[in-house]
Nanobody, 126 residues
């Protein structure tokens, strides 16, 4: 299974970006997919997740601003980021729980995922 994250870039505060995570190398559409981010000097943190059945969760600081969606036909999960803030600046990673064996409560931890993408940089200027 391979994950390819894309869509990062430079945006002004208040702007929007849409990240994509294309999942390949499998025949099943049943997997959980999480988004994480890591800023320089900080630990990686959970952003949000969509599980195999479509349940979605977010960290509190992005609720109401970020939206996760999935296009099963394209094997792609999206992270729509609106009202971006400078503190959203980070490298964003997508990760897959495939097959989907992790419990919902574990999805905020990196250990719940088996495969990781390479990351895409999001820079929000003030």
């Amino acid at each position: 299974v391979q994950l390819q994250a894309s869509g990062g870039g430079l945006v002004q505060a208040g702007g929007s970006l849409r990240l994509s995570c294309a999942v390949s190398g499998h025949t099943s559409s049943q997997y959980g997919l999480g988004w994480f981010r890591q800023s320089p000097g900080k630990e990686r943190e959970f952003v949000g997740v969509i599980n195999w059945s479509g349940s979605i969760g977010y960290r509190d600081s992005v609720k109401g601003r970020f939206t996760i969606s999935r296009d099963r036909a394209k094997s792609t999960v999206y992270l729509q980021m609106n009202s971006l803030k400078p503190e959203d600046t980070a490298v964003y990673y997508c990760a897959a729980d495939f097959p989907p064996v992790s419990v919902w409560s574990s999805y905020s931890r990196g250990s719940a995922y088996d495969y990781w993408g390479q990351g895409t940089l999001v820079t929000v200027s003030s």
